[in-house]
């Protein structure tokens, strides 16, 4: 690894920081709605950079506002780039104010990128002697590096030296600008040359050489071996003027004239009367107490860092959590004398964390390799049990180990925290260990904190919450067809990984946890939902469901007739043959060809064939848009499930197991993978042939239990209308009820026609749907649906009153909330975009029925699981949750009574001002019950 030179000078790129920030940091705001998330995270980032390198000299480069000379030459350079996002835009001035009052130089020149002034500095620094190290992670970068430049990525702490850029990109420094110009560059807009990847530009430029030398003699280039050498040739001269000119955007400057010189980048005192009213206004707390003290870096400003090049960071959590992660006190367990003592040691904690290494991510076929433990912040243990590298240590018995700690793993009373505990609790269970005493789970108490903030992997995590960079596991076992899996992993590598997740799991926990204390109705969700519905999922996981993968291949066969009957007519109406699967060529057949209208354009400007756009076309009665909107349904059903689904079937249970998300959705709906239960079609013929491949096993019948129209329930409960209260009340028809009210009709006069109107009304008002969007679902006039919204409102006041009422709250407290207290996030609900901001409107008024819908199955699952384990009988399993649908198995002679029982357990579930209601139907598969 390339070593950094003692006191380098740093070059920030500044722009960089900004974007990764506020992507990577939660959308933060201050009291008054500023937002305040990117700022935080590119200061965070800065007084990492100064904690562990202590420089004397360093700037900080932004992009200046406007256009560069690589405008002038390439239009379309970066014009694919969405506007910056205006919460960004907001944060700019604020955020130069905080860099230059924290001492920093700080630079934005005109007319060029901050890439040029970086490298104009860089080369000027080197050419004195003096070596630089540019915080960055831009590849273009790259091309800057020598023996005494180096960059470094702080987002993953990645050094690269000569060497290093030569591994990463296959090709030295010098040739960095080579390769960008003939592959180019998708991130600024590069074109490159036509037809010329990652792999072809490595191949030329370790062939033959640079662009020039390439170029020089082109015949050269059919000699070598790669696929497609020999035409390559001419594509190259062809396409020479793009090379050229790609060349010269992916150039860094480095001769931009400027007004310092490098010797005048000496870090400054802190104005820290500025950094006070900034952290104030900006509500930056802990740094806040700092600047007071004199160091906006802490105490004198100086840390226990570790020394330039140490793969660890000292690291701060946004509230101001210390929290150093050291490996000095990991130990790997390899003989029966220091297990038992960490078995003593586990016995006393109050909490202790728990992981497990394994060689597979499912949970009903990987082996158990290793078991991890944290008592302590900073004190955590590795136990080998299944490594078979060749270099490893001898291992105590997995058997062995496993029978001294199965009582403790059992124990209620001692209490584990995990990050996504159900996975290990599936683990265990393939060795007869039942986890218990799970209190806490990080990936969900981040999740029931913002499910909005970001990605809750513990990696991810640990970055946002430690400010730590966790070893990845690539960078212990590689990637990519050569990837190791852990029991290959040596325990030199393994023990400090494996120990490290149980270290930062319980640092987690103890930065998210007093956050979750401090909000009650997000307490009561994390305890009375989330954590108990963990061994629930588990349990439904290893249960699974049984397959007829007759029935799907049967119906495969079926599909794929279909499927090369659309792909004729869709030649034939084309009037030549074409790939139905090519966005370039159907862009071509639809738009070129037979002139259809551009409704929406890609990012790189040429029209779309997305699905919503051929919805409208196929609406506008054009016939190819309906067949390749049908062609593509029945290819993804194909793909997805009547060719996969046998393909999931377990040999040892002869069953499917999903996998079931807590931690996915905005809303706290539960999700599912392999397979993905959530996306079978429900209202066509295809979809419901799908679920009849779902079957119940001899003497046993598939029982669905779903929710009657539960968030129009949830609607008349949180806006109190009368009108929906009475209907439910009197048991009425919802969508016939509404028809009346808005048609001004009796009840028995509405028609079939305008009671699908009501449902769509009813049904469209709370996913927001404007006048315009009803128009186009009924195929009316724009102002005859506005119309019926009208007289809908009329008719249930209590309704616009709540969405009135909604719309306020969210745009006062940033978020809105369950009946139980979930709160959804909306970081666009002071977008200065209307479209932005509508949409979180949309979403704010939504979000409180779909996430209290998504509540009450879960506390209904909760509470039927907790009844079947009291049955102790196994004639009664639930297998699914779909939406708002439990899907049971159950023995025939049992089929009554766990009907009723069941019904009762879902419909009081929760108490609501109208009574919730529960359709059961039963059937030999999911179709005949649902």
């Known amino acids: 690894m390339a070593q950094i030179a003692e006191n380098p000078l740093i070059l920030v790129d500044g722009s960089s920081y900004l974007y990764r920030a506020y992507h990577a940091f939660p959308p933060l705001t201050n009291k008054a709605g500023e937002p305040t998330g990117a700022m935080y995270g590119v200061m965070n980032m800065l007084r990492s950079l100064m904690l562990q390198y202590h420089p004397s000299h360093i700037a900080v480069v932004f992009d200046a506002k406007g256009k560069t000379f690589r405008d002038e030459l390439f239009a379309e350079y970066k014009s694919h780039r969405p506007p910056m996002p205006d919460d960004l835009r907001m944060q700019i001035e604020p955020l130069h104010k905080m860099v230059e009052a924290a001492g920093f130089p700080m630079l934005v020149i005109s007319g060029v990128e901050a890439d040029d002034v970086i490298g104009t500095l860089a080369k000027s620094a080197a050419a004195a002697g003096r070596h630089v190290l540019i915080s960055t992670g831009d590849k273009d970068m790259a091309q800057l590096v020598t023996p005494d430049i180096t960059l470094i990525n702080t987002m993953n702490n990645t050094i690269l030296g000569p060497d290093e850029v030569c591994e990463k990109y296959g090709v030295p420094p010098s040739l960095i600008i080579d390769f960008l110009a003939l592959m180019g560059d998708s991130s600024d807009n590069i074109p490159g040359v036509p037809g010329v990847g990652e792999k072809t530009a490595q191949a030329l430029l370790q062939g033959i050489g640079s662009i020039e030398q390439i170029y020089a003699d082109l015949s050269k280039v059919a000699e070598l071996s790669f696929r497609g050498a020999k035409t390559m040739g001419a594509k190259l001269e062809q396409n020479r003027e793009m090379a050229e000119l790609s060349y010269k955007l992916a150039t860094i400057k480095t001769d931009v004239e400027l007004n310092v010189a490098c010797d005048d980048l000496a870090l400054r005192k802190a104005d820290t009367e500025v950094l006070v009213d900034l952290f104030t206004r900006y509500e930056f707390k802990r740094w806040l107490a700092d600047a007071e003290g004199g160091s906006w870096l802490g105490g004198n400003g100086k840390s226990a860092a570790p020394a330039a090049g140490s793969a660890k960071a000292p690291a701060v959590e946004p509230n101001g959590v210390e929290a150093v992660l050291s490996q000095d006190d990991y130990q790997t367990i390899l003989d029966e004398k220091a297990l038992d003592s960490l078995i003593a040691e586990l016995k006393s904690a109050p909490l202790f964390a728990f992981d497990t290494e394994t060689d597979s991510l499912d949970t009903l076929t990987a082996n158990l390799v290793g078991l991890s433990f944290a008592t302590a912040p900073g004190k955590a243990a590795y136990i080998p049990v299944g490594h078979d590298y060749l270099d490893a240590p001898d291992q105590l018995s997995r058997d062995e180990v496993l029978a001294k700690l199965k009582p403790l793993l059992e124990d209620d009373a001692l209490l584990k925290v995990g990050q996504n505990l159900k996975y290990d609790k599936g683990i265990m269970a393939n060795y007869g260990i039942t986890l218990r005493g799970i209190a806490f789970d990080t990936m969900l108490e981040s999740y029931v904190l913002d499910s909005v903030a970001g990605r809750h992997d513990m990696d991810s995590l640990a970055e946002r919450h430690l400010n730590h960079k966790t070893i990845s596991f690539e960078d212990i076992a590689g990637k990519g067809k050569g990837q190791l899996t852990f029991n ?49 999922l588990s349990r439904m996981e290893r249960i699974g469901v049984l397959i007829d993968s007759t029935i799907l291949g049967k119906h495969s066969q079926e599909l794929a007739v279909r499927l090369d009957e659309l792909e004729k007519q869709a030649h034939e109406v084309a009037g030549e043959p074409f790939n139905l699967s090519s966005p370039k060529q159907l862009q071509a057949i639809l738009f070129e060809k037979q002139k259809l209208p551009v409704l929406k354009k890609t990012p790189g400007g040429a029209p779309s064939t997305n699905e919503e756009v051929l919805v409208e076309l196929a609406e506008q009665d054009y016939e190819l848009p309906k067949v390749i909107l049908e062609y593509r349904g029945l290819a993804k059903l194909k ?60 003497g046993f019948r598939i029982v669905a239990a779903d929710y009657s129209q539960i968030e129009l329930r949830i609607m008349a ?132 029925m779909q996430g209290t ?28 949750q779909v939406h708002d649908e439990l899907v049971f198995e159950i023995h025939e002679s049992r089929v009554d009574e766990a009907i009723e029982k069941i019904r009762v357990l879902m419909e009081q579930s929760m108490s609501l001002a109208v009574p919730l209601k529960v359709d059961v139907g039963v059937g030999e598969n999911w179709d005949q019950a649902h």
């Open 853 to 880: 819908a998504a509540d009450i199955i879960k506390r209904a699952m909760i509470a039927v699981d907790a009844w079947l384990l009291d049955q102790q009988h196994d004639d009664i399993r639930m297998i699914m």
């Open 488 to 536: 290959q992993i040596a325990l030199e590598q393994a023990g400090p990984y494996a120990s490290e997740d149980a270290d930062v799991t319980l640092q987690l926990h103890q930065a998210l946890w007093p956050k979750l204390e401090a909000e009650p109705g997000l307490k009561k969700v994390f305890t009375e939902i989330e954590m108990p519905l963990v061994p629930v």
């Open 639 to 698: 793909t997805t499930y009547t060719d996969k689904l046998p393909q999931m079937i377990n040999p040892a249970t002869g069953r499917v197991h999903t996998s079931y998300h807590q931690a996915v959705t905005a809303t706290g709906r539960l999700s599912s993978s392999d397979p993905n239960l959530q996306n079978i079609p429900v209202r066509n013929d295809e979809g419901r042939r799908i679920r009849q491949a779902f079957i119940a096993p001899q």
């Open 717 to 848: 409960h949180l806006s109190g209308d009368k009108g929906l209260l009475d209907a439910f009340a009197a048991g009425k028809d919802i969508h016939r009820a509404t028809a009346a009210e808005v048609f001004g009709l009796p009840l028995e006069s509405v028609t079939g026609e305008q009671r699908r109107s009501a449902k769509a009304i009813n049904f469209g008002l709370i996913y927001g749907m404007s006048a315009f969007g009803l128009a186009r679902q009924l195929g009316i006039a724009r102002g005859e649906a506005q119309r019926y919204m009208d007289l809908y409102f009329e008719r249930y006041p209590g309704v616009l009153a709540y969405m009135e009422r909604t719309r306020q709250q969210a745009t006062e407290q940033g978020y809105v909330s369950t009946l139980d207290g979930r709160r959804l996030y909306l970081p666009e609900i002071h977008s200065r975009n209307a479209m932005r901001r509508k949409g979180a409107e949309r979403a704010a008024i939504n979000a409180p």
